[in-house]
């Protein structure tokens, strides 16, 4: 691994639920030694990737990560095009909308609506959505190069919940059916009591960027929520890769 991978690596530990980390944390997630840490993320501050609080000495992500995102977010408006569909899509099904987003080989999710009932699936910004057991994560790969997901077949494939997919071969049926559908389906794979269907976003390049998804609690997942969401979730990705120009390529 080179020093430059090392040193981005470091900015995939940073979740909403953990904005600041310190040295020793951040030494033990990465499986570096504290010097080695220190001197990547030194590196990353000197161009402002990160910033370290003068106070605590905890280290959070710096404006530069603002600015490249803007810039990004120019040449692909994902965020202002999914929006509004993100918007209509949870009043009508009344669920949990969101919307991930790939970024080298973490999809997470950039855009959320929750739903407006009690009991809803709460999906926070930045949360990470693994490949082989989240409807986004399927769905993604159903559109993916296959490249990237001949890599994600290699595994691993850590067991979430006990109806995660934890095999190769359970994965591609997964996706077979998701190619099928046009939506991906997970019960209870990433977390017991949700259920999600999610379809993929498609980039200029003809393969998936993101998903958009559905997210409900199992006791109102019903086979016929599970259908009419998944169409619905269809429908929301197809426009969404129209307005970025994405069209899927050829199996």
């Known amino acids: 691994m080179s020093t430059v991978v090392k040193a981005l690596s470091l900015l995939d530990h940073f979740e909403t639920a953990a904005p600041e980390i310190g040295l020793v944390d951040m030494a033990r997630l990465s499986g570096h ?29 710096g404006a530069a990560l603002v600015r490249l995102a803007r810039i990004r977010e120019a040449a692909l408006p994902l965020l202002d095009i999914a929006r509004p569909l993100v918007e209509a899509l949870s009043q009508q099904c ?4 969101h919307v991930s987003q790939i970024a080298g080989d973490v999809l997470s999710s950039v855009l959320v609506r929750e739903s407006p009932h009690a009991n809803r699936v709460s999906v926070a910004v930045g949360q990470r959505l693994p490949f082989h057991c989240t409807a986004s994560g399927i769905a993604f790969l159903s559109a993916a190069t296959q490249h990237f997901l001949t890599a994600v077949l290699r595994g691993p494939l850590p067991r979430m919940t006990s109806k995660s997919l934890t095999t190769a071969s ?44 559905i997210a409900s609690p199992a006791v109102r997942a019903d086979e ?28």
């Open 170 to 213: 359970q994965l591609r049926k997964s996706i077979e059916a998701a190619l099928k559908l046009g939506y991906a389906f997970s019960d209870q794979g990433f977390e017991d009591g949700v259920v999600s269907v999610a379809a993929p976003i498609i980039g200029p390049g003809g393969s998936a960027v993101g998903a958009i998804s």
């Open 94 to 97: 009344e669920e949990t909308v």
């Open 33 to 61: 030694d504290k010097a080695t840490t220190r001197r990547l993320l030194v590196a990353l501050a000197a161009k402002g990737f990160i910033e370290q609080d003068p106070e605590s000495r905890r280290y959070r992500l």
């Open 224 to 251: 016929a929520a599970i259908a009419r969401h998944g169409a619905e979730a269809r429908s929301a990705a197809q426009r969404i890769s129209a307005a970025l120009g994405g069209r899927l390529a050829a199996a």
